[in-house]
């Protein structure tokens, strides 16, 4: 029997004005694109979200903001949030946060709130990280993730595919996952636009296809392989295709600065393939 798809939901708590410059990301005020700004949602919209995401059928709910890392002002406000959830939403059992870099007391602190995943990607390997950021590092990045782990969370860590990055960088950036052992991979594609100063040719289908199944079968215990951004930009008509490639976890609804296809579209995808969507965290 195949395995069950999970189903994710994003929450963009604080969009938009972020200080650093990654060259792929809409949310960087280095950029100017033509982005919605704002900063912390209100906590009951938050939550409203939070049912629909389960009504929806999804199993994690992430909340994220933009932005370097986190403030003791950012850990208060997402681990009020966090709580909330627990208390209005309890069926929801995977709340993920997504708040950039972050010190062990950090991660302690949103875990006792009821926070129980935390969701930071390498986003490419080592070497190539220089060419698309340069206010912060790789090692940061890798820390925190260490960092995850060791408050007792567990760790989503991937990244995104289709930077300009060569063979080489992305055989360098699957091992370096491979070695911090995230439970959740998420795999996001570069979704181009105007204003972002990188310029590069998509990736062919058959080729993100095929990422997606080399990080399967290099990362085998890894216990979601989820489809993020960029999904309906790479894959077009063949998105149904990418559960056959490895994946077994997507995201729902819309991504960060850009729409998906709807939840009830995805849905529909799913189970016309005969698969299963999964009712809880572990299947
Ligand atoms: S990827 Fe994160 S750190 Fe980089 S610009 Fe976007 S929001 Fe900021």
Redesign the pocket.
């Known amino acids: 029997m195949s395995s069950p798809i999970f189903l994710c939901a994003i929450c963009n708590v604080s969009s938009g004005s972020?200080s650093?410059d990654?060259k792929f990301?809409t949310?960087?005020i280095h950029h100017n694109a033509d982005i919605k700004r704002y900063k912390n949602k209100p906590v009951e919209l938050i939550v409203t979200e939070a049912k629909q995401a389960r009504a929806n059928g999804a199993t994690g709910f992430c909340l994220v903001t933009?932005?370097?890392g986190l403030s003791d002002k950012k850990v208060e406000f997402i681990a009020k949030a966090a709580y909330q959830i627990r208390q209005e939403v309890p069926e929801l059992e995977n709340i993920i946060a997504c708040n950039?870099t972050a010190t062990l007391e950090q991660l302690k602190e949103l875990k006792r709130a009821g926070v129980n995943a935390y969701n930071h990607n390498l986003e490419s390997s080592k070497e190539f990280y220089p060419h698309i950021?340069n206010t912060h590092s790789w090692d940061e990045r890798f820390l925190t993730c260490i960092n995850v782990k060791e408050a007792g969370l567990n760790l989503l860590s991937g990244g995104i595919f289709g930077l300009g990055e060569s063979e080489e960088d992305r055989e360098s950036f699957i091992a370096s996952l491979k070695e911090l052992e995230p439970k959740t991979i998420p795999l996001n594609f570069f979704h181009p636009n105007p204003a972002l100063p990188l310029k590069v040719a998509p990736l062919d289908i058959d080729t993100a296809l095929s990422l997606i199944t080399r990080v399967r079968k290099q990362i085998p215990n890894a216990m979601k392989i989820m489809v993020a951004g960029g999904r309906q930009f790479t894959f077009k008509h063949r998105q149904n295709e990418i559960f056959e490639a490895g994946a077994n976890a997507i995201v729902i609804g819309d991504y960060l600065t850009t729409s998906g296809s709807g939840a009830k579209a995805d849905i529909e995808m799913i189970t016309s393939l005969g698969l299963k969507l999964a009712k809880n965290c572990h299947g």
């Open positions: 972020c650093e990654c990301c949310q960087s933009a932005g370097k950039g950021c």
